[in-house]
């Protein structure tokens, strides 16, 4: 009796895990899709919720500021007119949804000059790591970002954003004034983070 009485003990603390597994194995196609669409969502989102209350936090203030011109836009008398521009908007936005491109975006907006690419790739280093030496960095990693950073830059320059000069960047005034409003987004996104802890 004692012995069948372990053998059913054994058999109740096994059989959950054998029918999680077997309930996986039956609907992996199906697990995989929600997780591909889970993905897909996070990486697009424009926004993170976290924290206990959960907080949103943006992903990119320069999404954010783009999805706001959309809007406008978009509200326009002649949304027929405006189709091409909307387009455009909403290429830029699904394009320069990262920190990357705020980080550029603000290196050309600290700029007292127009700054070469590699200027602007030392400049978004140190925004994300102050100790971070260009020079230090493989030559894949470093080949990798010169190319994801002259791809925000050709996207700002077709939003009338920069100016591109003997490969030199510059802000123009409306480049100015859009990321100045993100900048101004991403001090009201820090003291938010200040305040959760």
Known sequence: METAKLVLEFLKVLLWPIVTLIIVILFKPHVERLLLQFSNRVASAETLKVGVMGQEVQISGTAKELAKE??????????????PQLETLDHATRELNNPGADAIGMALLRATGPMRVEHVLQEMLRTFDPKQNLAEAPPMVMFGMTREVEKVLAIL?????????????????????????????????????????
């Open 157 to 197: 320059q077709k939003l009338g954003f920069a100016n591109a000069k003997d490969e030199a960047y510059e802000l123009t005034d409306s480049g100015r004034r859009f990321f100045q409003r993100v900048a101004d987004h991403q001090s009201d996104l820090l003291a938010r983070f200040k305040a959760l802890k």
């Open 70 to 83: 959309r809007a406008l836009l978009a509200q326009s008398p002649d949304p027929q007119g405006a189709g």
